[in-house]
């Protein structure tokens, strides 16, 4: 079953990809994808995974209150 994962037994998320353009699941523990059918497609790249924790600091930020505590570090890649 593609909604959980077969290696870790966790939720699977859906994730549309316009490379593969195709509907991938992917295991947050596994850090992999899978298609429809149950088949590893490929790993979560590092690049995607930065995406991921962009996206969640984005959410984190819009959600919290603006406060004085907010510390960013301005000039670190
Ligand atoms: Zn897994």
């Known amino acids: ?4 994962c077969k290696q870790c037994n966790s939720r699977r998320l859906p994730e ?4 593969e353009k195709a509907t ?3 295991c947050t523990k596994c850090k992999n994808f899978t298609d ?3 088949l590893i497609i ?3 790249t590092n690049e995607e995974r930065e995406e991921v ?3 969640e600091k984005e ?3 819009s959600t919290n209150f603006p406060s ?3 510390n960013r570090r301005k000039g670190v890649n």
């Open 53 to 55: 924790k962009r996206k």
């Open 16 to 19: 549309y990809h316009q490379a």
């Open 59 to 61: 959410f984190a930020e």
């Open 24 to 26: 991938l699941w992917l």
């Open 36 to 38: 429809i059918d149950d």
């Open 42 to 44: 490929r790993e979560q």
């Open 68 to 70: 004085g505590k907010l």
């Open 1 to 4: 079953m593609t909604l959980f």
